[in-house]
Nanobody, 120 residues
């Protein structure tokens, strides 16, 4: 059973940067996919960025393309989300997810989330 633990959330000013971490335990992130989702108050949870672990191919939502970067550290069994040029509309709870089948809206393993608040 893979467990995911996000960290790195907090309060940041618009235009600032933040790096989120997702540490995995109980299994290795070496196949399938990993993804970051976010859910803003009153809105649905949407995928933000994802990575296919086999070849490192990435996906980004249009709203974050060019500002966010997903990466992984195999040795640390950790996935990151580097967020730059943050905007108030990026305010949300960010969730990490993993699945041996790949990434998509319904993934097997989820973290509990970390809150990012961007002030204007």
């Amino acid at each position: 059973q893979v467990q995911l633990l996000e960290s790195g959330g907090g309060l940041v000013q618009a235009g600032g940067s933040r790096r989120l971490s997702c540490a995995a335990s109980g299994g290795t992130l070496d196949n399938g996919g990993v993804a970051w989702f976010r859910q803003a108050p009153g809105k649905e949870r949407d995928i933000v960025a994802a990575m296919r672990l086999g070849d490192g191919r990435t996906y980004y939502a249009d709203s974050v393309k060019g500002r966010f970067t997903i990466s992984r550290d195999i040795a640390k069994n950790t996935v990151y989300l580097q967020m730059n040029d943050l905007k108030p509309e990026d305010t949300a709870v960010y969730y990490c997810a993993a699945d041996s089948r790949g990434y998509g809206p319904a993934m097997d393993y989820w973290g509990k989330g970390t809150l990012v608040t961007v002030s204007s």
